[in-house]
């Protein structure tokens, strides 16, 4: 088998599971973030509903001061009531006196729907505390998974460049300088399998007599259709390598 042909078989492999790790690696800040924004999200949840009962109270107290101030307006009313000199005043008097009482009643019923909503306000605030309570455990699960993930990854890619490095080596440097050529040309990938007289990434077809040559496995023959480097997957010394 060609020696630099084989070469590149492996190196195809190592360039394709550096770019996967270099992937997976590159999507750790992300997938890190998401966790972050879901956190801080079960966190502004409870804020919120903390936020809607502090307003809620204090609504409720100045409702509560508007009553007796208005309370007080009325008493006074009352006994400006006594001392009034016309029926006009009279009056007019009166009828300051009952729109303040009726504008007690309007807050009244203001205080009563807001002390029933007081029911539903702290059980939102008991849900939002178990989500941010379950998404705090799920998240420190999560992000211990993918670090250690991280890690093995980093290491794995590490590894996987020294091993290119010391192939780079291997091969003569015309070759290697095609090969990078076609794999920059070709989204990464410049060696294919051909089987039945074809190409198995771009399935262009070729002459019967060049798909013997490759066979082969002997020259490093090019695909007429993508430039790839093509080989016989079925006549390799060590099948293994090409995993």
């Known amino acids: 088998m060609n020696a630099d042909l084989k070469k590149l078989i492996r190196l195809q492999a190592v360039d394709i599971a550096i770019q996967e790790f270099r992937d997976e690696?590159?999507?750790f800040p992300a997938k890190s973030k998401a966790l972050d924004d879901k956190l801080s999200a079960a966190k502004a949840?409870?804020?919120n509903a903390a936020d809607d009962i502090r307003n809620s109270?204090?609504?409720?107290?100045q409702l509560e001061s508007d009553i007796a101030d208005t309370e007080v307006k009325i008493s006074k009313y009352k006994e400006q009531l006594m001392s009034v000199r016309t029926n006009h005043e009279y009056k007019a008097m009166v009828k300051e006196i009952e729109y303040n009482q009726n504008s007690i009643g309007g807050v009244e019923d203001e205080i009563l729907t807001l002390m029933?909503?007081?029911e539903g306000l702290g059980e939102a605030l008991k849900s939002a505390e178990a989500i941010l309570k379950e998404d705090e455990r799920t998240v420190e699960t999560e992000r211990t998974r993918l670090e250690g993930i991280n890690t093995q990854d980093t290491k794995a890619m590490a590894a996987y460049l020294e091993e290119r490095t010391s192939l780079e080596t291997e091969v003569s440097e015309d070759v290697l300088s095609r090969y990078d050529r076609i794999r920059k040309a070709r989204s990464g990938v410049a060696i294919a399998k051909a089987s039945d007289e074809a190409c198995e990434l771009c399935n262009v077809r070729m002459r019967p007599q060049v798909f013997q040559e490759i066979r082969k496995n002997d020259s490093?023959?090019?695909c007429d259709s993508c430039s790839r480097i093509l080989y016989?997957?079925?006549?390799?010394?060590?099948?293994?390598?090409?995993t």
């Open 25 to 27: 690696i590159d999507a």
């Open 45 to 47: 949840g409870v804020q």
């Open 57 to 61: 109270q204090a609504r409720r107290k």
């Open 116 to 118: 029933v909503g007081s």
């Open 220 to 222: 490093l023959i090019a």
């Open 232 to 242: 016989d997957p079925e006549n390799l010394d060590h099948p293994f390598e090409v």
